[in-house]
């Protein structure tokens, strides 16, 4: 029994799988939305430096055309850069995101960054 409990406990050790969906349409309503476009940040009425990410078409727009996010080039995107970055540059720069949602948009943008 103990070693029954030990495997289990060793199984679950060492990490957690990211079920989540690495699309635009999740990524917006989930991370975007609800982080980025706050009254005082990237909102329509906001939107500072361009940038307007209320609304998940428009925030697409926004990251391709403003060359936020360069398709299956996560290193070219310098959305990531800001995600990844310290002190004023980091975004957002209050509560910056948690490294799973991070990693969730890089795979994303790898994966070619579509409008789904």
Known sequence: MLAAVAAFCAAGCGGTTDDRPAKWSFISAAIMEPSCATVDCH?????????????????????INGFYVVPNDV??????????????????????????DILLIEKWIQDGASND
Request: aromatic share 6%; net charge neutral.
């Open 43 to 63: 909102s329509q009425v906001t939107q500072r430096a361009g940038i307007d990410l209320h609304a998940r078409d428009v925030g697409y727009y926004t990251m």
């Open 75 to 100: 290193t070219g995107s310098s959305l990531v850069y800001l995600l990844n970055a310290s002190g004023s540059l980091r975004m957002p720069p209050d509560n910056p995101l948690p490294a799973a």
